[in-house]
């Protein structure tokens, strides 16, 4: 898996690229993107630029591009050869003077949502996560007893699936106050983020056909950062008993790069060690690879920019960070899990992990647990507190994959500004 594309002595042409924080010429993420005022068209992040893939075929630099996203994810054969491509022309020299002419700069272009999603699926991989917020809606239980053997998840909505940049408005909702008689409806007043890695289907399997769990590898098509926006008082009224409904579905944020898995494969890692006396899981989710290397090394931090902040030209604060290897269950387990009852996922449905908290309070990927379910406010520059987000507040999501001799590769952000309720 590892080759020449992943060197950390490749340097590119594209000045910018060298030591970039997320798009070094060893990560070569694929995305949509247009240049000002134009059509949307398939692209490679590099640097502070977007390279424009199909004007390369027809000036003769590059072969097999196709016009979507959605065949790149779903020809795994077809990705390495592009990244292989790319990575030649991006780092040698002779390339640059007939290339220039398709590299944008990143800033001038608006970028899109990568696919068009099929399914949305949300998950609850992150143990700690799940383990703080059901001791907030249930005390006395808070892990209920399936958790570990079998992979919790939920159907998403796919039509609020939105790119990074674009506001979330506010949702109105039903709620009911622990010691009020009778509901009532309107804005929520407990807004919350969630912090998520997104997994994008490469090729799907047909309706009927489970995903063998040494196969699930070949079905992955690349990853993201995922924002999954929940309002916390709506979901404590109606999540029983079917689960989570509109508390999520109004907005989901993704990032716009699809990070390949051929780009994450020095960082791939053996999932942490289930505690002693913890079930193994069924032979359906085992395998001695996903044991072996099934595990992701990534460093995840979550960012805040109020309106007043921004007023006064505060940067963002980072008010968390945490890590992949909170994942009680890897990415070729759900998505095992999702097909082994025969349903047929597809290219382009994307996969929430859950919210990946780490064990301590620092570490929480919600607001829900930073504020210990809404009674410790967060402290802000600017002598401002957060329980709950407020209309102007900013979520950004980063992420950066680190591994001892590799160049380290990022996500670019997940970022979105929460605008007031309308209606
Ligand atoms: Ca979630």
Redesign the pocket.
């Known amino acids: 898996m590892i080759d020449a594309t992943h060197d950390i002595a490749l340097e590119s042409w594209v000045h910018s690229a060298n030591g970039h924080h997320d798009f070094p010429i060893q990560n070569l993420p694929f995305g949509l993107f247009s240049p000002a005022g134009e059509a949307p068209r398939p692209g490679v992040a590099i640097g502070d630029h977007i390279l424009e893939l199909q004007a390369l075929v027809a000036a003769g630099m590059l072969r097999d591009v196709p016009d979507d996203l959605e065949t790149i994810l779903a020809t795994p054969p077809l990705r390495k050869s592009l990244r292989h491509q790319l990575s030649r022309l991006l780092s040698d020299a002779t390339h640059s003077a007939a290339a220039e002419p398709y590299l944008h700069t990143a800033r001038d272009c608006v970028v899109h949502l990568p696919v068009r999603v099929g399914d949305y699926t949300?998950f609850y991989v992150g143990i700690h996560h799940a383990t703080k917020v059901g001791a907030l809606f249930r005390p006395d239980n808070p892990l209920l007893p399936n958790y570990k053997h079998v992979p919790i998840g939920y159907h998403g909505r796919a039509s609020s699936v939105r790119v990074s940049g674009e506001p979330v408005v506010r949702p109105r909702g039903q709620t009911k106050a622990q010691d009020a008689e009778t509901p009532g409806f309107g804005p929520s007043r407990r807004l919350d983020f969630?912090l998520?890695l997104g997994v994008w289907v490469g090729p799907g399997n047909a309706l009927g056909d489970p995903i063998a769990i040494a196969d699930a590898p070949q079905h992955i098509g690349g990853f993201c950062l995922l924002n999954?926006w929940?309002a916390r008082d709506f979901q404590a009224w109606e999540y029983q008993p079917l689960g989570p409904f509109l508390a999520?579905n109004f907005h989901t944020t993704v990032s716009a790069w699809i990070v390949t898995p051929e780009a994450l494969a020095p960082f791939r890692m053996a999932p942490t060690p289930r505690p002693m006396g913890d079930p193994r899981p069924l032979p359906y989710l085992w395998a001695e690879d996903d044991q072996a290397y099934g595990g992701l090394s990534i460093n995840l931090e979550v960012s805040l920019r109020t309106a007043k902040m921004r007023a006064q030209n505060l940067a963002p604060v980072v008010i968390s960070r945490s890590h992949t290897r909170h994942m009680y269950w890897t990415v070729a387990q759900i998505l095992t899990h999702h097909a082994s009852n025969g349903c047929n996922l597809q290219p382009g449905d994307l996969l929430?992990t859950?919210?990946l908290s780490g064990p301590d309070s620092a570490s929480s990927g919600s607001l829900l647990e930073l504020s210990d379910g809404g009674k410790s406010p967060i402290i802000l520059p600017g002598n401002e507190t957060r329980t709950f987000l407020e209309d102007g507040d900013e979520i950004i999501l980063s992420a950066r994959a680190a591994a001892d001799g590799f160049a380290p590769i990022g996500f670019g952000d997940c970022r979105a500004t929460i605008l007031a309720a309308r209606g």
Request: glycine share 22%; hydrophobic share 0%; net charge negative.
């Open positions: 949300d969630e998520e999954d929940s999520k929430g859950g919210t």
